[in-house]
């Protein structure tokens, strides 16, 4: 079977791009839910840490973050506590920043779900030609690709 060159040549720039923001992902999740730790955990929060807070409610969490997810909903609460406005939570500070690290957690496995399903390349069964789709619409055999070795069946 002979693949398409320039299809196998998309689908490997789609995954270095899905890999590359799955990093980026990482790296904002990982600084929000330590922030919040931090911030939860000291009776005077530091006003860069604030500032820093801020920044990713207000920018860089757009786009990584799970639209009307997890995290966005953990942030909101956050957020409200931590300017004393009456809406907020009466739970526990810390209890806040733990509900927001799981919900990172939870959208970063989410997020490594989804890349492993791209890098799925029919290993239980390696003589599977047809393309099948992952829930990314990139084909399983994608994986393959690497290993030239298939390439040319």
């Known amino acids: 079977m002979a693949i398409n060159l320039r299809a196998a040549e998309f ?11 799955h990093e980026r992902r990482r790296t ?5 839910k330590v922030l919040a730790a931090r911030l939860a955990n000291t009776t005077s929060p530091a006003a860069a840490d604030v500032r820093r807070f801020d920044e990713l409610y207000d920018a860089d969490l757009i786009g990584v973050e799970q639209l009307h997810g997890e995290v966005e909903s953990q942030m909101v ?4 506590r931590l300017r004393g406005e009456p809406s907020a939570s009466d739970e526990p500070f810390n209890q806040l920043a733990l509900r927001l690290a799981t919900a990172c957690e939870n959208e970063l496995k989410a997020s490594e779900d ?7 390349c029919g290993a239980r069964d390696p003589e599977h030609r047809h393309v099948t789709r992952g829930t990314k ?3 399983r055999w994608f994986g393959r690709l690497a290993g030239t070795q298939d390439a040319a069946r």
């Open 28 to 32: 904002l999740l990982t600084e929000a």
């Open 11 to 21: 689908l490997r720039q789609k995954l270095t791009f899905d890999t590359e923001r």
């Open 114 to 120: 989804a890349l492993l399903e791209q890098h799925d």
């Open 77 to 80: 609460e956050f957020r409200k």
């Open 137 to 139: 619409g990139v084909p």
